[in-house]
T-cell receptor, first 113, second 108 residues
Framework: ETGVTQSPTHLIKTRGQQVTLRCSSQ?????VSWYQQALGQGPQFIFQ???????GRGNFPPRFSGLQFPNYSSELNVNALELDDSALYLC????????????FGEGSRLTVL | GIQVEQSPPDLILQEGANSTLRCNFS?????LQWFHQNPWGQLINLFY???GTKQNGRLSATTVATERYSLLYISSSQTTDSGVYFC??????????FGKGNQVVVIP
């Protein structure tokens, strides 16, 4: 059974640039969620994707957007990067969009200069 | 939104000691998960526990949903238990609300 995988693991961008982060869900899981973890804090929910559509969003601006593909993998896109976007971005997958245990990938650590 | 509070925020243990981490939450939830975050940032699943008690080796967890709290017990701690422990509650469409974590340091 393949776990959740994310890429890239680390990246550095400058303010105003755009970034795309990728996530492959665990085998058999059809729902992907994204979380942002700032230094010293717990992860914060960004949004969830189910059946290739956004299925719930946390308190994040529209410049955070995403996609889910037919194979359930997902992308997180962030436009017009700001310094405060520097964080660990975690992807989680689950068997269902309404219940069930979530499993996380290793994360993508983004630094914005 | 749901508030999740973890205590104590920081804990230093001598190897071999036992400890209890507490998680309080402000509203009814669908379920609850405990994680251990490794030094590389990955969240490792420890327990998925809506109520009752579960054990896995030296770790055990108890959730009392009616009183809105959960406890994580670490027995005979080892240096490999060091790290941050997160409690997270599942609500709505299977989204997680996390606490700020318990930073645990086990010294030999």
């Amino acid at each position: 059974e393949t776990g959740v995988t994310q890429s890239p693991t680390h990246l550095i961008k400058t303010r105003g640039q755009q970034v795309t982060l990728r996530c492959s869900s665990q085998s058999g899981h059809n729902t992907v969620s994204w979380y942002q973890q700032a230094l010293g804090q717990g992860p914060q929910f960004i949004f969830q994707y189910y059946r290739e559509e956004e299925n719930g969003r946390g308190n994040f601006p529209p410049r955070f957007s995403g996609l889910q593909f037919p194979n359930y993998s997902s992308e997180l896109n962030v436009n017009a990067l700001e310094l405060d976007d520097s964080a660990l971005y975690l992807c989680a997958s689950s068997f269902s969009h309404s219940s069930g245990e979530l499993f996380f990938g290793e994360g993508s650590r983004l630094t914005v200069l | 939104g749901i508030q999740v509070e973890q205590s104590p925020p920081d804990l230093i243990l001598q190897e071999g000691a036992n400890s209890t981490l507490r998680c309080n939450f402000s509203d009814s939830v669908n379920n609850l998960q405990w994680f251990h975050q490794n030094p590389w940032g990955q969240l490792i699943n420890l327990f998925y526990i809506p109520s009752g008690t579960k054990q896995n080796g030296r770790l055990s967890a108890t959730t009392v949903a009616t009183e809105r709290y959960s406890l994580l017990y670490i027995s005979s701690s080892q240096t490999t238990d060091s790290g941050v422990y997160f409690c997270a509650v599942l609500y709505g469409n299977n989204r997680l609300a996390f606490g700020k974590g318990n930073q645990v340091v086990v010294i030999p």
